[in-house]
């Protein structure tokens, strides 16, 4: 089985930054960041595969990047000028499995995805 272990959350300042870490304990597809805000459900913030492609939601766009370090399981999320909007406890999330009409795509579901780190929490605060 997949282990995954976050690192990087805490608390900051609207407008300040934090790098999340995510090392899976073997090599998967498609990883990704969900984030689950208090009285929300769970949403993909950012997915990237070992091919290179990544796709964020829209409101993170042009704040967030996501990567992965394909050499060391290692998936990463440099979430820059935040706000509390993005207040939310940050879960990654791996799996192989693929969708799309050629295959090649990584779900954006979270229950599509087997394997789970323990979360951290991210607080923006003004």
């Known amino acids: 089985e997949v282990q995954l272990v976050e690192s990087g959350g805490g608390s900051v300042q609207t407008g300040g930054s934090l790098r999340l870490s995510c090392v899976a304990s073997e090599h998967t597809t498609c990883m990704v960041w969900f984030r689950q805000a208090p009285g929300k459900e769970r949403e993909d913030g950012a997915s990237?595969?070992?091919?290179?492609?990544?796709t964020y939601v829209d409101s993170v766009k042009g704040r967030f990047t996501i990567s992965l370090y394909n050499a060391k399981n290692t998936l990463y999320l440099q979430m820059n000028n935040l706000n509390a909007d993005d207040t939310a406890v940050y879960s990654c999330?791996?799996?192989?499995?693929?969708?799309?009409?050629?295959?090649?795509?990584?779900?954006?579901?979270?229950?599509?995805?087997?394997?789970w780190g323990q979360g951290t929490q991210v607080t923006v605060s003004s």
């Open positions: 990237a595969d070992r091919d290179g492609s990544t």
């Open positions: 999330a791996a799996d192989s499995r693929r969708t799309g009409s050629d295959g090649t795509s990584c779900y954006r579901r979270d229950f599509m995805y087997s394997y």
